[in-house]
């Protein structure tokens, strides 16, 4: 399995424990976490155990990457459990490409791996996310009411799929 995943622009690579501090940037903010699985974190202690448990996922269930540009990192992409992946970049870089660019490099490393589909699970409000989505091939396959407990909120998911 890769370590690293080079594109054009963006270094997708492992994560260490050392990351925690850079994705709590990110994972602290309100923006940035809108549409993830959980509220924004609120100590850097919820992300070092998050990035821990990255660091520590057994590799034949996932394959996760954070997502460095110019050696700073901007967010992650990747399957905590194949095949239902995510992304999520620092809202400074959003509308620059580099979800997009990811996604491709991601897609092939997946393909290359040996995968045969890769699933995702959308808020339906996440405009930018489910455009991305089906730029690159994904199709609907479902949706659900109140599937997922975000602090306070109940969210609704949509469904997608590719094939590889």
Known sequence: MADEIRTERL???RAGYEDAVAMHRIMSDPVAMRYWSSPP?????ETERWVAAMVEADPS??????????GD???KFGAWKLPEFGFLLDPVHWG??????AMVAFIEHCRNRGATELTADVDPRNLSSIRLLKRHGFVE?????GT????DELCDS???????
Do not use: C, M, N, P
């Open 141 to 145: 396959t479902g949706r659900g009411t």
């Open 11 to 13: 270094v997708l690579r």
């Open 148 to 151: 997922w407990q975000v602090g």
């Open 158 to 164: 949509i469904y997608f799929r590719l094939e590889l």
């Open 73 to 75: 990192v901007i967010g």
């Open 96 to 101: 620059k490409g580099y979800a997009s660019e």
């Open 61 to 70: 269930v996932g394959d996760d990457f954070l997502v460095t540009l110019d």
């Open 41 to 45: 974190h609120r100590t850097l202690d």
